[in-house]
Structure formats: structure tokens, C-alpha cells
């Protein structure tokens, strides 16, 4: 077992105004998930992309916006996102404070 503070793990830049802190993952020796910590800053966002594989997002703080194909919805704390594998999405800040979120993957480089 590891127990650990997520700002003890050093941030890297996601896109403009995007932290991102990978928590938990092969470096912690979880074989199959990777999860990490999301830090959005007012007037910023992820890019609108897709992945080979799944994503489960929690909103932890801040207000949001997901943008997929047919538009945007609107997300606060407490929200729950699933995004398929193949889907267009972002995420978007839509306040004037930090969005900061937990967002889960599959390792998909474990060999």
C-alpha cells in the first residue's frame, strides 16, 4: 500500500493552464489503471480529442463544462463523467476558480 499527499507528486503541463498530477499508476505498481489529478485554471481547458480507450472523470471542485460532438454540459462538484473510448471531449473551465478533477484511465502501455 502507498498513502501520499497528491501535490507530493511534481505536476507536468497538460495544455496551457492544465495540471496534471499522476497519483497512482505503474510507478506505485497498480498493473492495470492509471489515476491522476486534474488542475484547470479559470479560462482554461483540455483539448478537443479522443483516445483508444475509456475515461471515468470526478469533479472535485469548480464549475465545468464537457464538450463531446453535440455540444456542451454543465458540471460542478459531485459530477460524474464517462467518456467511451473513441469520443470527442474536453473539459472546460466555466468559472472563476479552479476545476479540479480525478480522471482515470487504463494503463494501455503495460506490456
Known sequence: MKVHHYREVEAVEAAAGVRM?????????????????????????????QHDWEHEIFILEG????????????????????IPAN?????????????KLICVIPDVNKK
Not at 21 to 48: C, D, K, L, Q, Y
Not at 63 to 82: M, N, S, T
Open 21 to 49: 498530477h499522476v497519483v497512482a499508476g505503474p510507478r506505485e505498481g497498480a498493473p492495470n489503471f492509471i489515476m491522476r489529478v486534474f488542475e484547470i485554471e479559470p479560462g482554461s481547458n483540455t483539448p478537443f480529442h
Open 87 to 99: 469520443e470527442m471531449h474536453g473539459i472546460f473551465n466555466k468559472g472563476d476558480q479552479t476545476v
Open 63 to 82: 464549475a465545468a463544462a464537457v464538450r463531446h460532438k453535440d455540444g456542451e454540459i454543465p458540471l460542478k462538484p459531485g459530477h460524474v463523467i464517462f
